[in-house]
């Protein structure tokens, strides 16, 4: 092992060897734990994705299907959590971002269709949770500034927001295809809203910057949506969220 | 800041601006420090190119650099030292590996580090040494970290200086430089230098209770270096690509200088004896960093 000159302390690459061995045992651990996270959150959104397809008044059967998922991943990002908090959080984030920001997407859509709030009656669309609500949900701690433990970031729940919204713009359709056409315009505004957050934000040339550079289609997606509606007479009456420009 | 919001009055109406505007601050902080960093590893990267050419005007090995060195490099240290300064408040806690962007400095600063304690020492500085060193650097604010990676890959790059420093010294000198021979071995200046280092590999782990006898060259050293990167396993990742990529240039590295020395070894006998090639086109850049 050792070379054959003085010129290297063979000690030197044997502690190196260590420490980079340490890190690919740290990888492999948390590679099983974001795999099963992975496998969960595909789970949340097959179910969930039936809420396309489901008229508003049986989404509480969409939502209870979805919980036992829904917990599984919970379970699971805590399991991450435990795992990660040894390590410096940034040093292998990149490994489960992706993962986490599905996990959040999926309990973001969860929670916009009635899923947080719901106590047996009907669900009630439209809510946004925040990051801190996000949090309590998942039972971690979210942008954390002054110790170095596993949590939500902020850049992870904005690029959830983003999938969010693609989602709801896909579901402002199928809304429209379901003969509900008082979603949509819930959806519009929901939208617009969270675009106008989008806008203050002085993004750099990241992955960030890229999804919400897509949030301008989406809005418009819905407007159009909500533009045939109201050509066609079919906005409800009740609901004057909208103001015709 | 608040004006922005005034200009669009559907944006007021958003519920959500407030929790924005938070993500907002905080975004901005980040790219600040992104920002700073990005361009203190820029600095920390030309200014170590400047140290690696100034010491490739070196021409002995195993000694204290000469004065031009100490003196041409001077302010370059400085500057990587005022910019290791000015970002070690930002790669602090939770915010030490946020900024991977600090790396390319690193390596660099790793290259030079290493080559320059190579040349006065003829040894491979320690991982644990170069990570004091940038933390030395650091100051008040705590230590920059310099990762086991940034010190492989900056290694990785250091053997392409030895190479450029053994070909110059064996075109201005003809011969490879070699350590000072602690007792009186002339032999090394008679015996052609191909021999010897052909030997190296073999004498010194035979005898390895007397590794003072003869002065290693770099050749043997680039050798020793060869065989430990190439032993090293890098795993997966970003690293490992890093790592193979390094590899391939590190061995044709240590190829060309066998090969010039081949050159050397053969063709370097019908030479006269003391002949130097075209010493004076070497000085000049000496002359200038004074």
Known sequence: MSAPSGMIDPAIFEGLQTKVDEDTAVRDELKDIIQALEKQNRNISFVLSRAHSTPYADLPSVLKASEEHIQNAIETVSKLAHAASKQPYYKFNGMWSRQVQDALQGILFWAWLGGKDYNGNEAKCGRLLTLEELGEVLKVPTNLKDRDEFHITIEEYLIALTSLVEELTRLARNAVTLGDYERPLLINQFVKDVFAGFQILNLKNDILRRKSDGLKYRVKDVEDVVYDLSLRNLVPKKGVTIKEE | ?290
């Open chain 2, 1 to 290: 800041m608040k004006e922005e919001k005034s200009d669009k009055p559907e944006q007021a109406a958003s519920p959500f601006m407030a929790m924005f505007e938070g993500f907002r601050a905080e975004l901005d902080e980040h790219h600040d420090r992104r920002e700073r960093i990005i361009k203190a590893s820029r600095d920390i990267t030309a200014a170590s190119k400047k140290i690696i050419f100034t010491l490739q005007r070196v021409r002995a090995l195993g000694q204290s650099v000469p004065p031009f060195v100490v003196k041409g490099n001077a302010q370059y240290w400085e500057i990587i030292e005022k910019q290791y300064q000015h970002i070690a408040a930002d790669v602090q806690g939770l915010n030490a590996f946020r900024y991977p962007q600090i790396t390319g400095g690193n390596q660099e600063f790793m290259e030079a580090l290493s080559f320059h304690h190579y040349l006065e020492t003829q040894t491979l500085i320690s991982y644990d040494d170069a990570k004091n060193r940038v933390a030395s650097m650091s100051g008040s604010a705590g230590a920059v970290l310099l990762t086991p990676e940034d010190y492989i890959l900056g290694i990785f790059d250091m053997v392409g200086e030895l190479m450029r420093f053994s070909i110059t010294a064996m075109a201005t000198n003809g011969k490879l430089p070699a350590g000072k021979p602690r007792k009186e071995a002339k032999a090394t200046h008679e015996d052609p230098e191909g021999e010897d280092a052909d030997k190296m590999d073999v004498d010194e782990e035979t005898s390895a209770s007397t590794p003072a006898e003869k002065p290693r060259n770099v050749l043997s050293d680039l050798r020793a270096l060869r065989l430990q990167l190439e032993i090293f396993e890098a795993g997966g990742g970003k690293f490992g690509a890093d790592v193979r990529k390094k590899a391939d240039v590190m061995r044709e590295c240590v190829d060309k200088v066998e090969k010039a020395l081949y050159q050397l070894t053969v063709r370097g006998t019908e030479r006269p004896k003391g002949w130097v090639p075209d010493v004076r086109e070497e000085r000049r850049p000496e002359v200038e960093s004074y």
